[in-house]
């Protein structure tokens, strides 16, 4: 099961109305969308990059008359698979309990099994990354995408053990990561690491920025954009994006200070300027939710400018986000 985080607030800020087409950006287990579809008479399209939520689309579809559909999709590729122009576009960002509790995901050192990390099921596993990547490039994904102070030590232990044996399961990288940095409290030494693979292997914070970008041109004027962050890493996304597109001008780089003389379109009001948090009673209920984050915003009727995509690669860039989150 995955508890939907901060539901009454996100049904709030979705203004659902009767006969809306909505995007559930994240389907997961589709808390969201039941939630929109029992609410109102309205059409929801769930995306998901991780067929394993077919069933659950599948029931669905079923229980609300075929008001439901999933589409197997990034949700950055929402503005190129013909979507119509739509009322709202929710993203959950993250992964869902169903993908961490499976051992055979190996998304967690709390469950032995495969590292492999990958929401969908293409692309380069954690046993890929930790088996060939250079030593820069992993101090840099712990660095970047965990947080982590012990970069280095992690990455040297990790280069010592691969030359001595395949790193091939979640309890072998769990291993290493503990016997090198120790435990210290009761957060596991391995947090941080597996956050960062998670975030490297799935290109998540990539995917979040071009997610906003793409949610940008599949809204209707007056429709609502909401994003569910889950860490610092995301929210600074987010909030940076809306304060961009908002009319504020932000430096995404000081190193690329002619970023600044870019001219924003205001594509989007705050619907709030403040971030939501979750009430004290879902955080008793869920402590997982004690950092999630809910911002959102209204979309103008203004055409987002073109050369705003040139950011792009500049934003998700790790050397770029080096210096963005230093
Ligand atoms: C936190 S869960 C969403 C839970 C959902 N709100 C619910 O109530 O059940 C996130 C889901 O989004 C999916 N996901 C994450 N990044 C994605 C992306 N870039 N494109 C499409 N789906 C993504 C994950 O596979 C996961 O199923």
Same mark, same amino acid.
């Given at each position: %099961?995955?508890?939907?985080? %901060?539901?009454?607030? !996100?049904?709030?800020?979705?203004?659902?109305?009767? /006969?809306?087409?909505?995007?559930?950006?994240?389907? @997961? +287990?589709?808390?969201? &969308?039941?939630?929109?579809?029992?609410?109102?008479?309205?059409?929801?399209?769930?995306?998901?990059?991780?067929? +394993?939520?077919?069933?659950?689309?599948?029931?669905?579809?079923?229980?609300? +008359?075929?008001?439901?559909?999933?589409?197997?999709?990034?949700?950055? =590729?929402?503005? #190129? $698979?013909?979507?119509?122009?739509?009322d709202a576009v929710v993203m959950d960002i993250g992964?869902?309990?169903?993908?961490?509790?499976?051992?055979?995901?190996?998304?967690?050192?709390? #469950?032995?099994?495969?590292?492999?990390?990958? %929401?969908?099921?293409?692309?380069?596993?954690a046993a890929d990354a930790v088996n060939l990547l250079?030593?820069?490039?992993? !101090?840099? $994904?712990?660095? !970047?995408?965990?947080? =982590?102070?012990? /970069? #280095?030590?992690?990455?040297?232990?990790?280069? &010592? /053990?691969?030359?001595?044996?395949?790193?091939?399961?979640?309890?072998?990288?769990?291993?290493?990561?503990?016997?090198?940095?120790?435990?210290?409290?009761?957060?596991?030494?391995?947090? #941080? $690491?597996?956050?960062?693979?998670? $975030?490297?292997?799935?290109?998540?914070?990539?995917?979040?920025?071009?997610?906003?970008?793409?949610?940008?041109?599949?809204?209707?004027?007056?429709?609502?954009?909401?994003? *569910?962050?889950?860490?610092?890493?995301?929210?600074?996304?987010?909030?940076?994006?809306?304060?961009?597109?908002? @009319?504020?001008?932000?430096?995404?780089?000081?190193? *690329?200070?002619?970023?600044?003389?870019?001219?924003?379109?205001?594509?989007?009001?705050?619907?709030?300027? /403040?971030?939501?948090?979750?009430?004290?009673?879902?955080?008793?209920? +869920?402590?997982?939710?004690?950092?999630?984050?809910?911002?959102?915003?209204?979309?103008?009727?203004?055409?987002p400018l073109k050369a705003d995509d040139r950011l792009?690669?500049?934003?998700?860039?790790?050397? =770029?986000?080096?210096?963005?989150?230093?």
């Amino acid at each position: %099961m995955h508890y939907p985080v %901060m539901l009454p607030e !996100v049904i709030a800020a979705m203004d659902l109305k009767d /006969s809306g087409l909505y995007v559930d950006a994240t389907f @997961g +287990n589709g808390g969201y &969308s039941e939630a929109f579809l029992s609410a109102k008479m309205c059409n929801v399209i769930g995306l998901d990059r991780d067929p +394993n939520v077919y069933n659950r689309a599948e029931e669905l579809s079923v229980k609300y +008359n075929n008001r439901f559909s999933l589409i197997e999709t990034k949700f950055s =590729e929402m503005d #190129r $698979i013909d979507l119509p122009m739509v009322d709202a576009v929710v993203m959950d960002i993250g992964v869902s309990s169903m993908q961490i509790d499976r051992a055979d995901r190996g998304f967690s050192f709390m #469950r032995s099994g495969p590292l492999d990390m990958r %929401m969908s099921t293409s692309g380069a596993s954690a046993a890929d990354a930790v088996n060939l990547l250079p030593y820069d490039d992993l !101090v840099k $994904i712990f660095k !970047v995408y965990g947080e =982590e102070k012990h /970069s #280095r030590r992690a990455a040297d232990a990790i280069i &010592s /053990s691969r030359q001595a044996k395949y790193i091939g399961t979640t309890a072998d990288l769990a291993t290493i990561i503990e016997k090198t940095l120790g435990r210290n409290g009761k957060i596991h030494p391995a947090t #941080r $690491i597996f956050q960062a693979l998670r $975030i490297f292997i799935n290109d998540e914070l990539g995917e979040l920025y071009k997610g906003l970008c793409a949610a940008e041109r599949v809204l209707k004027p007056g429709g609502r954009l909401l994003v *569910v962050t889950f860490h610092s890493l995301e929210d600074r996304i987010v909030k940076s994006f809306l304060r961009r597109r908002t @009319g504020g001008m932000v430096s995404v780089s000081r190193y *690329v200070p002619e970023q600044k003389k870019v001219a924003n379109v205001q594509t989007f009001i705050d619907g709030k300027r /403040s971030v939501i948090k979750p009430q004290k009673d879902e955080i008793k209920e +869920n402590p997982r939710s004690r950092s999630a984050k809910l911002r959102y915003a209204i979309r103008t009727d203004k055409t987002p400018l073109k050369a705003d995509d040139r950011l792009l690669p500049d934003v998700i860039g790790l050397d =770029e986000m080096e210096n963005y989150y230093e």
